[in-house]
Nanobody, 126 residues
Framework: VQLQASGGGLVQPGGSLRLSCAYT????????IAWFRQAPGKEREGVSC????????YYGDSVEGRFTISRDHAKNTVYLQMNGLKAEDTAVYYC????????????????????WGQGTQVTVSS
């Protein structure tokens, strides 16, 4: 399994970015794909997650209502649309995946994930 994250950059507060996570090698219908982020000196935190089988999506409290996760099956890509960006959203963003058979989507602990893409830097600054 391989993942490739892209789309980061520098944006002003209130602006938008769309991150992409292109994946290969997923042969099961039961998996979760999540976005995590890590700011300097902080723990890696879950941002959003999509359950492939249930088609449901989940968000961290700090991004609920501003970020949207989506998936394009034909392109084997998961997107994270980020609107209303704030300085505190500045971090390296990672996408990750794991097999998952449950009804929800695990986001609490990044160590639950097996496969990771390289990070993409998002900087929100004026």
């Amino acid at each position: 399994v391989q993942l490739q994250a892209s789309g980061g950059g520098l944006v002003q507060p209130g602006g938008s970015l769309r991150l992409s996570c292109a994946y290969t090698g997923l042969t099961s219908d039961y998996y979760a794909i999540a976005w995590f982020r890590q700011a300097p000196g902080k723990e890696r935190e879950g941002v959003s997650c999509i359950n492939s089988h249930a088609g449901t999506s989940y968000y961290g409290d700090s991004v609920e209502g501003r970020f949207t996760i989506s998936r394009d099956h034909a392109k084997n890509t998961v997107y994270l649309q980020m609107n209303g960006l704030k300085a505190e959203d500045t971090a390296v963003y990672y996408c990750a995946t794991r097999k998952y058979y449950g009804p929800h989507c695990p986001m609490r602990d990044y160590r639950d994930y097996d496969y990771w893409g390289q990070g993409t830097q998002v900087t929100v600054s004026s």
